[in-house]
T-cell receptor, first 117, second 114 residues
Framework: ETGVTQSPTHLIKTRGQQVTLRCSSQSGHNTVSWYQQALGQGPQFIFQ???????GRGNFPPRFSGLQFPNYSSELNVNALELDDSALYLCASSLGLAGSAPKETQYFGPGTRLLVL | AQKITQTQPGMFVQEKEAVTLDCTYDTSDPSYGLFWYKQPSSGEMIFLIYQGSYDQQNATEGRYSLNFQKARKSANLVISASQLGDSAMYFC???????????FGTGTRLQVFP
């Protein structure tokens, strides 16, 4: 196990609602990345947080937002849910040492399965 | 733009045999990293192996090895002595020097039969 935890494991929402997903990073890791994995696809990068600041963003609309807390845990918030937001949401933590990329390995949590009806 | 291509949607292998999962990539970054992850039906992405673009030797981690051919831009995963527990989705991913995100392929579903 990686030590990365996510909650909840499963979630059902209706279109238009808002959702908050949570992630606790591995001990000692200061960077959290969020990915969306639609059924039958590879994960797509949403954004990354490094020391409480957004440190990169993928091609997702502003209704996808996030936070990172002083203990490096993180939240992903999605407003105005759409049917296409139904997916597995994966959180990954990494050490975030300056200059370590691209070697820096991201360790993933078990994911949150979101279903939007 | 960076891209990962996995052309094998599914692969079958008999227990104890070796299997190769293909991955090709495209990038203009001179420095990049290549990763393989395993995703069982539970959903968690499990890190398997890493290869750096400047590494002189192919990476190995236990039964996993990476056949890295830089000129061909390929990074195939070789699993030796397959086990039933190896049945899962396998994803190849890449990260460039100046990016923070992993770019994933579409994955290969491996099924190991007795």
């Amino acid at each position: 196990e990686t030590g990365v935890t996510q909650s909840p494991t499963h979630l059902i929402k209706t279109r238009g609602q808002q959702v908050t997903l949570r992630c606790s990073s591995q001990s000692g890791h200061n960077t959290v990345s969020w990915y969306q994995q639609a059924l039958g696809q590879g994960p797509q990068f949403i954004f990354q947080y490094y020391r409480e600041e957004e440190n990169g963003r993928g091609n997702f609309p502003p209704r996808f937002s996030g936070l990172q807390f002083p203990n490096y845990s993180s939240e992903l918030n999605v407003n105005a849910l759409e049917l296409d937001d139904s997916a597995l949401y994966l959180c990954a933590s990494s050490l975030g040492l300056a200059g370590s990329a691209p070697k820096e390995t991201q360790y993933f949590g078990p994911g949150t399965r979101l279903l939007v009806l | 733009a960076q891209k990962i291509t996995q052309t094998q949607p599914g692969m079958f292998v008999q227990e104890k045999e070796a299997v190769t999962l293909d991955c090709t990539y495209d990038t203009s970054d001179p420095s990049y990293g290549l990763f393989w992850y395993k995703q069982p039906s539970s959903g968690e992405m499990i890190f398997l192996i890493y290869q750096g673009s400047y590494d002189q030797q192919n990476a190995t981690e236990g039964r996993y090895s990476l056949n890295f051919q830089k000129a061909r831009k390929s990074a195939n995963l070789v699993i030796s002595a397959s086990q039933l527990g190896d049945s899962a989705m396998y994803f190849c991913a890449m990260r460039g020097r100046n990016t923070d995100k992993l770019i994933f392929g579409t994955g290969t579903r491996l099924q190991v039969f007795p």
